[in-house]
């Protein structure tokens, strides 16, 4: 793991949410980041709200609605001053607690939960935000220290057995089932985490991109903090 500091040729440090949304990804950079140290009692937020379950989103309303101190407050404010700028620019942002996803055990030796390196698809092309206010935080990997996992020969194998059709359907399984969106980090690969309180903005899978898409996953909590997240 590598901090922030340290430079990858893929990743973009920007200073300002209008300079974050209108820099177009270029060359090898398909991560941007608007770098903040945020002020605030967010840990306030997570533990004001009462979870049911793994995962639960947060609505602005139940977030207005909180009684908060004033360190929670301003943690609130900057949420809410997040949301509002990612709808403005015409994103659809949601604020998760999340204790842990849920895994997929489906298909034993090929996992496809947010845990496994993988990149996002849309059938427009737009971009993916996120942002960690407390707990651990999410990991990009550069896309040259990452492999395919379709294209890893004792994994297509596998894959090819549990397809087990014609040869010119294979491709489409792939598709259908998601693999072909999972990586596997190389030995030697720096995994990167995206800290907290920076506002990332992340390349997806679209032919119309000009940048291939950012390699990323969610962490393993390991700190047993409830994760409080903005997505989109």
């Not at 949304?21 to 140290?37: D, I, K, L, Q």
């Not at 937020?45 to 407050?73: F, Y």
Request: glycine share 6%.
């Amino acid at each position: 793991m590598i901090a922030l500091s340290s430079s990858l040729h893929q990743i973009f440090c920007v200073n300002g949410f209008q300079e974050l949304v209108s820099t177009p990804f270029y060359g090898e950079v398909n991560a941007m980041y608007w770098t903040r140290e945020l002020k605030g009692d967010f840990a306030e937020i997570v533990n004001k709200v009462e979870l049911n379950g793994n995962m639960s989103e947060l609505s602005e309303e139940q977030l207005s609605s909180l009684q908060l101190s004033a360190d929670g407050q301003l943690a609130r404010d900057i949420i809410l001053n997040d949301l509002k700028a990612l709808k403005a620019h015409g994103a659809a942002p949601i604020l998760n607690l999340i204790r842990c996803y849920d895994r997929d055990d489906n298909v034993p030796f090929f996992p496809t939960d947010v845990y496994s390196f993988h990149v996002d698809r849309s059938p427009i092309p737009t971009d993916t935000f996120l942002c960690t206010y407390y707990g651990d935080s999410s990991e990009i990997v550069p896309n040259a220290e990452a492999t395919q996992k379709i294209h890893i020969p004792e994994i297509r194998t596998q894959l090819k057995k549990l397809y087990a059709g014609p040869d010119e359907g294979f491709e489409a399984f792939l598709t259908e089932h998601f693999f072909d969106l999972h990586y596997q980090a190389k030995p030697t690969a720096r995994n990167v985490s995206l800290g907290l309180g920076h506002l990332w903005r992340l390349a997806i899978d679209h032919p119309e991109l000009p940048v291939p898409p950012c390699i990323h996953r969610a962490p393993v909590e390991k700190s047993g903090q409830t994760r409080l997240l903005l997505i989109c």
